[in-house]
């Protein structure tokens, strides 16, 4: 019979040795260091608005704020005020 064939399944211990070639592999894809780069910058400037394009941040952080502390217009429903 040829190893191949369908009928016959693979041993536990050939599965063990596919699997350890497979994770040993050296991955194709390599990460492009001015991608790194950027995004270490990007995460520079937000942990120190004080840096980088800290206006954008902060202006972000004080959207998120403003968010925060407005009701929800479910809070507002008078078919929610009924309800209570």
Request: proline letters at 10%; a negative charge; charged letters at 25%.
């Amino acid at each position: 019979m040829d190893p191949a064939s369908p009928e016959k399944e693979p041993s536990e211990e050939s599965t063990r040795e596919s699997l350890i070639g497979i994770s040993q592999l050296v991955p194709e894809k390599v990460v492009q260091p001015d991608l790194v780069s950027n995004s270490s910058a990007s995460a520079a400037a937000a942990a120190n608005p004080e840096v980088g394009d800290g206006g954008a941040v902060e202006e972000h952080r004080s959207k998120l704020i403003s968010i925060s502390y407005t009701e929800s217009p479910d809070a507002q429903s008078p078919e929610f005020e009924n309800a209570k």
